[in-house]
Protein backbone atom coordinates (compact mmCIF):
# COMPACT_ATOMS: atom_id res chain seq x y z
CA UNK A 1 0.00 0.00 0.00
CA UNK A 2 1.37 3.78 -0.51
CA UNK A 3 0.64 5.89 1.85
CA UNK A 4 -0.85 9.24 0.61
CA UNK A 5 1.69 12.01 0.56
CA UNK A 6 1.17 15.96 2.56
CA UNK A 7 -0.29 17.40 -0.83
CA UNK A 8 -2.97 14.87 -1.11
CA UNK A 9 -4.93 16.74 2.42
CA UNK A 10 -3.30 20.04 0.71
CA UNK A 11 -5.87 20.77 -1.72
CA UNK A 12 -10.26 22.07 -1.86
CA UNK A 13 -11.60 20.08 1.24
CA UNK A 14 -14.37 18.97 -0.78
CA UNK A 15 -11.99 16.94 -2.87
CA UNK A 16 -10.13 15.67 -0.84
CA UNK A 17 -13.87 14.14 0.63
CA UNK A 18 -14.88 12.51 -2.14
CA UNK A 19 -11.04 11.08 -3.16
CA UNK A 20 -10.77 9.80 0.52
CA UNK A 21 -13.93 7.23 -0.55
CA UNK A 22 -12.32 3.35 -1.02
CA UNK A 23 -8.54 4.53 0.53
CA UNK A 24 -7.43 2.17 3.57
CA UNK A 25 -7.20 3.72 7.11
CA UNK A 26 -4.58 2.21 8.59
CA UNK A 27 -4.31 2.32 12.81
CA UNK A 28 -1.41 -0.55 13.52
CA UNK A 29 -2.41 -4.08 11.82
CA UNK A 30 -5.86 -2.57 11.75
CA UNK A 31 -7.29 -1.96 8.14
CA UNK A 32 -10.90 -0.62 7.16
CA UNK A 33 -12.14 0.96 3.53
CA UNK A 34 -13.45 4.72 3.79
CA UNK A 35 -16.73 4.55 2.50
CA UNK A 36 -18.37 7.72 4.40
CA UNK A 37 -17.01 10.87 4.51
CA UNK A 38 -18.57 14.26 5.55
CA UNK A 39 -16.89 18.16 4.53
CA UNK A 40 -15.85 21.07 6.76
CA UNK A 41 -15.17 23.29 4.93
CA UNK A 42 -13.46 26.14 7.67
CA UNK A 43 -14.71 29.04 10.56
CA UNK A 44 -17.02 30.07 7.43
CA UNK A 45 -19.03 27.15 7.95
CA UNK A 46 -21.47 26.72 10.46
CA UNK A 47 -20.98 23.55 11.11
CA UNK A 48 -17.74 23.35 11.32
CA UNK A 49 -16.28 22.93 14.98
CA UNK A 50 -13.78 25.78 13.76
CA UNK A 51 -16.72 27.74 13.44
CA UNK A 52 -16.58 28.84 17.22
CA UNK A 53 -12.26 29.73 16.46
CA UNK A 54 -9.18 29.01 17.52
CA UNK A 55 -9.88 27.19 20.80
CA UNK A 56 -7.78 24.05 22.77
CA UNK A 57 -9.83 22.08 20.91
CA UNK A 58 -9.55 23.11 17.32
CA UNK A 59 -6.04 24.47 17.01
CA UNK A 60 -5.21 20.77 15.43
CA UNK A 61 -7.69 22.14 12.45
CA UNK A 62 -5.95 24.85 12.06
CA UNK A 63 -2.78 23.20 11.69
CA UNK A 64 -1.13 21.94 8.88
CA UNK A 65 -3.15 19.49 6.48
CA UNK A 66 -2.72 16.09 6.94
CA UNK A 67 -3.06 15.73 10.44
CA UNK A 68 -6.19 13.99 12.40
CA UNK A 69 -8.19 16.19 14.30
CA UNK A 70 -9.92 13.21 16.85
CA UNK A 71 -12.43 14.66 19.86
CA UNK A 72 -14.89 13.09 22.14
CA UNK A 73 -18.32 13.67 22.17
CA UNK A 74 -21.84 12.83 23.73
CA UNK A 75 -19.61 11.44 26.48
CA UNK A 76 -18.71 8.06 24.90
CA UNK A 77 -17.56 8.15 21.34
CA UNK A 78 -14.48 9.65 19.61
CA UNK A 79 -14.92 10.77 16.09
CA UNK A 80 -11.96 11.30 13.64
CA UNK A 81 -11.31 14.63 11.19
CA UNK A 82 -8.53 14.58 8.66
CA UNK A 83 -7.23 18.22 8.54
CA UNK A 84 -7.15 19.33 4.73
CA UNK A 85 -6.29 22.56 3.14
CA UNK A 86 -3.47 25.56 4.16
CA UNK A 87 -2.23 26.26 7.89
CA UNK A 88 -4.64 28.60 9.38
CA UNK A 89 -7.90 27.39 6.78
CA UNK A 90 -9.19 25.14 9.58
CA UNK A 91 -11.37 22.85 7.31
CA UNK A 92 -11.16 18.78 7.72
CA UNK A 93 -12.88 15.79 6.67
CA UNK A 94 -15.12 13.99 9.28
CA UNK A 95 -14.73 9.89 8.50
CA UNK A 96 -18.05 8.49 9.33
CA UNK A 97 -17.90 4.56 8.10
CA UNK A 98 -15.71 1.91 7.26
CA UNK A 99 -15.71 -1.13 5.39
CA UNK A 100 -13.56 -3.80 7.47
CA UNK A 101 -10.48 -5.09 5.54
CA UNK A 102 -8.25 -6.68 8.21
CA UNK A 103 -8.42 -7.19 11.85
CA UNK A 104 -11.23 -5.07 12.38
CA UNK A 105 -14.41 -6.27 14.71
CA UNK A 106 -17.68 -4.44 16.08
CA UNK A 107 -19.84 -2.57 13.93
CA UNK A 108 -17.89 0.73 11.83
CA UNK A 109 -21.39 2.28 10.28
CA UNK A 110 -20.59 5.80 12.01
CA UNK A 111 -17.98 7.94 13.19
CA UNK A 112 -17.99 7.27 16.96
CA UNK A 113 -18.15 3.16 15.85
CA UNK A 114 -15.45 3.26 13.07
CA UNK A 115 -13.31 5.02 16.33
CA UNK A 116 -13.88 2.22 18.66
CA UNK A 117 -13.22 -0.85 16.04
CA UNK A 118 -10.16 1.04 14.47
CA UNK A 119 -9.02 2.04 18.41
CA UNK A 120 -8.71 5.63 17.81
CA UNK A 121 -8.96 8.00 20.72
CA UNK A 122 -8.14 11.20 22.03
CA UNK A 123 -4.40 9.96 22.18
CA UNK A 124 -4.01 10.10 18.50
CA UNK A 125 -5.34 13.83 17.87
CA UNK A 126 -2.98 15.80 15.90
CA UNK A 127 -1.01 12.30 14.80
CA UNK A 128 0.52 12.86 11.35
CA UNK A 129 -0.80 10.92 9.23
CA UNK A 130 2.64 10.01 7.41
CA UNK A 131 3.19 8.40 9.71
CA UNK A 132 4.02 4.62 10.42
CA UNK A 133 2.08 3.06 12.32
CA UNK A 134 -1.58 5.63 11.68
CA UNK A 135 -2.05 6.62 7.87
CA UNK A 136 -4.17 6.69 5.01
CA UNK A 137 -3.13 4.90 1.87
CA UNK A 138 -4.51 4.09 -1.69
CA UNK A 139 -5.37 0.55 -2.22
CA UNK A 140 -3.34 -1.85 -3.91
CA UNK A 141 -6.56 -2.21 -6.52
CA UNK A 142 -8.90 0.55 -7.07
CA UNK A 143 -12.58 -0.75 -7.30
CA UNK A 144 -14.96 1.17 -9.22
CA UNK A 145 -17.40 3.35 -7.64
CA UNK A 146 -20.17 5.37 -7.42
CA UNK A 147 -20.22 8.82 -4.86
CA UNK A 148 -23.66 9.92 -3.39
CA UNK A 149 -24.06 13.43 -2.08
CA UNK A 150 -26.32 13.99 0.71
CA UNK A 151 -26.41 16.79 3.65
CA UNK A 152 -24.30 16.20 6.46
CA UNK A 153 -25.71 13.81 9.92
CA UNK A 154 -26.80 15.60 12.60
CA UNK A 155 -25.87 19.67 11.76
CA UNK A 156 -29.41 21.13 11.92
CA UNK A 157 -28.39 23.99 14.23
CA UNK A 158 -26.00 25.36 10.98
CA UNK A 159 -28.81 26.82 9.18
CA UNK A 160 -28.22 27.16 5.37
CA UNK A 161 -25.29 24.57 6.32
CA UNK A 162 -27.70 22.07 6.91
CA UNK A 163 -28.85 21.71 3.48
CA UNK A 164 -25.77 21.73 2.04
CA UNK A 165 -24.36 18.29 0.29
CA UNK A 166 -21.38 17.32 1.94
CA UNK A 167 -21.31 13.94 2.96
CA UNK A 168 -20.58 11.57 0.25
CA UNK A 169 -20.34 7.85 -0.05
CA UNK A 170 -20.06 4.96 -1.92
CA UNK A 171 -23.63 3.94 -3.29
CA UNK A 172 -24.82 0.33 -2.17
CA UNK A 173 -22.06 -0.20 0.28
CA UNK A 174 -23.56 -2.06 3.51
CA UNK A 175 -21.29 0.02 5.58
CA UNK A 176 -22.27 3.30 5.31
CA UNK A 177 -24.47 4.69 8.24
CA UNK A 178 -27.66 6.24 6.41
CA UNK A 179 -27.98 5.29 3.00
Not at 83 to 96: I, K, N, P, Q, Y
Not at 108 to 124: F, K
Amino acid sequence: MRKLPRSFYDRDTITVARELLGKYLVHGERIGRIVEVEAYLGPHDLAAHSARGLTGRTKVMFGPPGHAYVYFIYGMYHCMNVVTEREGHASAVLLRAIEPVRNVGGRTCGPGLLCRALHIDRRLNAHDLLSDDFYIAAPPKAKSMVIVKRPRVGVDYARHWAKRHLRFYIKNNPFVSRP
